[in-house]
Nanobody
């Protein structure tokens, strides 16, 4: 079992920044992958960014150049630095961990006002 605890969501004006954090605990083995997904009202959950335990990253096109994913493997923590936020970034953001099995965090709300 792996537990994920997220933090860092909130309300921000367009053009602002937020940083999300997610710490994994439990039976964590390598290799693994951590990611952030998001789900806006009435829409499907979508991948925002992912990072492997080796440091390889991948981003959704709409966030490239604005968001940056990173991880501290010593703390089993993944971060999502979100800059130049837009109203369309408003969603519940979910942390995701994939190793021997897949796990989701509880989600954190990000609201960007225009």
């Amino acid at each position: 079992q792996v537990q994920l605890v997220e933090s860092g969501g909130g309300l921000v004006q367009a053009g602002g920044s937020l940083r999300l954090s997610c710490t994994a605990s439990g039976n964590i083995f390598r290799p693994n992958m951590m990611a952030w997904h998001r789900q806006a009202p009435g829409k499907q959950r979508e991948l925002v960014a992912q990072i492997t335990s080796g440091g390889t990253t991948n981003y959704q096109d709409s966030v490239k150049g604005r968001f940056a994913i990173s991880r501290d493997t010593t703390k089993n923590t993944v971060y999502l630095q979100m800059n130049s936020l837009k109203p369309e970034d408003t969603a519940v953001y979910y942390c995701f961990f994939a190793g021997l099995a897949a796990y989701w965090g509880q989600g954190t709300q990000v609201t960007v006002s225009s």
